[in-house]
């Protein structure tokens, strides 16, 4: 299995990302897919995750409104558009997937290898 989390980068405050994360190697349409984010010297941190077919989500308060997850499962590819960017978004994004429950900080079933972002203020 391999998640590969793609779209980092280096922007400013107000600026917008999109995160991409491409599955490989599971039944994409059977998982849970999510972001968990984890700045220097904190602990890691729950962002958002979409349910198998996409109809539903979940979002940490720090992001819901400004964030929009999604996914494509022809594609088999989660998706994480940023946007109105805060310094204090500032991380290394990791994907994850998780079969029978929400995608959480820890539990998770297979996870991505990560990707920086970086806000400047």
Known sequence: ????????????AGDSLRLSCAASGLS?????????RQAPGKEREFVAAVAW???STKYSDSVKGRFTVS???IKNTVYLQMN????EDTAVYYCAARRSQWVGVDE????GQGTQ???SS
Do not use: E, H
């Open 108 to 111: 998770n079933d297979y996870w």
């Open 71 to 73: 996914r494509d499962n």
């Open 84 to 87: 109105s960017l805060k310094p």
């Open 53 to 55: 077919n996409g109809a």
């Open 28 to 36: 994409f349409s059977s998982y849970i897919m999510g972001w968990i």
């Open 117 to 119: 972002v970086t806000v």
């Open 1 to 12: 299995v391999q998640l590969q989390a793609s779209g980092g980068g280096l922007v400013q």
